[in-house]
């Protein structure tokens, strides 16, 4: 960078110079030839002393000589002794002519006739010849007068150039060449990302443009590694589902003769009816996972309760499902629905799945805290919340009193396989956030003095 910028200054310097030289050059010639053609087209006598005037407008000298005889009639006080003998002389049509030389000195030569001899007599009365002598010594001088200044300017110029170059090769080069260096490990595998430049130019955006690059590339990979996990979950978990569906078969026989043969007893009726739903919705989950496995429509899902698309009654239905659970960890368990119908754009085997998943994990979050804390401690909580309708937007909340979840899973918490929890699968919020996507809902939590909140935003029926 820096030997460009030299080489393109001491270009243009030259260049500069050499078009003041030309200018300068061409200026010189067009003064000889308007002296010359002033002297020679001219009716007055020519004295030394008007040839010492032509001298000094022109720097040419003057010798002003008589035809034939070659006598020389007058001249400029610099000029050289002329020989009587010039017929070999020949005329030039360039103002500067031939170089002679004359005594010991070296001349551009050129010579014209004087068109008006002036009246007078003797022999100076006949033709003239005037002779024009331009001191190649001082020519050179004239040229050397104009490039002293440009290759003063050079001088001058070529070390701000090279300080500048060196400033713009520290400033720019090199931090291009790390720049390049980086890719070239990326590339590589060097997720590393380009540390942060404290100026605000374009390195400095490229290099951010860089990091957002990495970033991409990271959830990329991300993605990549997720979906592998999934692809291995279902060929793994399609031999475990056939066992689980043999296994919830024998279950479902063995809890339909426990239930035919206590009939009349009374507390363990609402248990077994329970456990014949959540046995129903395992063989049909099952079915559906060996259904995707094998690359078939989803089956329809068993009449587990009437299908609607009204999240209350959905709601309503699914608690007993879920409330056991919180009676048995102690978990005290609210629930607040509006008086009117919700109509959602959900299945219901959907909000089912919502429930279901977002009330599991507050349970067991708010007692795990609750444990934890030892007795005297606040009594966990978990409240279910669902308003909206009747053409607002509906949104089911979800609120314990549990920790929340740590922070170093708090930007992945909705991708699969994302837990904090011993023996969690971390594909429940997973499976929730899927459905906000599919279905254009939102999905969001936040921790609120001291309570973690859950919402789900989803369109009502249109």
């Known amino acids: 960078m820096a030997l460009v910028l030299i080489v393109a200054t001491g270009v243009a310097t030259i260049a500069f110079a050499r078009a003041s030289m030309l200018a300068r050059d061409g200026d010189y010639r067009q ?35 008589a035809e034939p005889t070659g006598e020389v009639i007058a001249r400029s006080s610099g000029a050289p002794a002329w020989p009587q003998k ?8 360039d103002p500067l002519g031939n170089l002679l030389t004359v005594g010991d000195g070296q001349y551009y030569h050129s010579w014209t006739r004087q068109r008006q001899v002036p009246a007078g007599g ?48 520290n400033n720019v080069t090199r931090p291009i060449k790390k720049l390049q260096q980086r890719l070239l490990a990326i590339a590589g595998g060097d997720r590393t990302p380009v540390p942060q430049s404290s100026k605000d130019d374009e390195i400095a955006d490229l290099g951010n443009s860089v990091n957002r690059m ?54 363990c009726g609402e248990e077994l009816a329970v456990a014949r739903r959540q046995l129903a919705r395992m063989s049909h989950y099952v079915d559906r996972f060996l259904a995707i496995a094998r690359g078939e429509e989803r089956p329809e899902a068993p009449d587990l309760i009437p299908p609607s698309c009204e999240a209350k009654t ?57 444990a934890a804390r030892g007795k005297g401690a606040e009594q966990p909580f978990v409240r279910l919340s669902l308003t909206g309708g009747a053409g607002e937007e509906t949104l089911l909340e979800v609120i314990d ?32 956030a899927e459905i906000a996507r599919r279905r254009g809902g939102l999905l969001d939590w936040r921790r609120e003095n001291g309570h973690t909140r859950f919402s789900f935003r989803f369109a009502n029926k249109g």
């Open 214 to 267: 990495l970033i991409d590339l990271e959830r990329h990979d991300e993605q990549l590694r997720q979906n592998e996990r999934l692809e291995t979950l279902v060929q793994m978990g399609s031999g475990l589902a056939h066992n689980l569906r043999n296994a919830v078969a024998g279950c479902r026989i063995a809890v339909e003769l426990a239930g035919a043969s206590n009939e009349h007893n009374e507390p």
């Open 86 to 93: 010039t017929d070999n002389l020949s005329r030039s049509d």
């Open 401 to 432: 009193n549990g920790p929340g979840p740590p922070l170093s899973i708090q930007d992945t918490l909705f991708q699969p396989f994302v837990t904090a929890s011993k023996g969690g699968t971390g594909l429940g919020l997973f499976l929730v």
């Open 314 to 370: 959905v709601l309503l239905a699914t608690l007993p499902l879920v409330e056991p659970s919180a009676r048995h960890l102690g978990v005290r368990f609210e629930v607040s629905t509006p008086d009117h119908p919700v109509e959602v754009n959900l299945s219901p085997e959907e909000v089912e799945q919502i429930l279901t998943n977002l009330v599991s994990n507050a349970i067991q979050a708010a007692s795990e805290a609750a």
């Open 122 to 169: 003797g022999d100076s009365a006949g033709a003239r010849q005037i002779h024009v002598l331009l001191s190649r010594e001082r020519y050179r001088e004239t040229w050397w007068q104009v490039l002293r200044p440009a290759l003063t300017g050079i001088g001058i110029t070529l070390p701000l150039v090279l300080v500048a170059g060196l400033a713009l090769a």
């Open 31 to 65: 003064r000889i030839t308007n002296i010359t053609e002033l002297l020679s087209s001219s009716g007055f006598p020519l004295t030394n002393s008007v040839l010492d005037q032509m001298e000094r407008l022109s720097g040419a000298e003057f010798v002003v000589v």
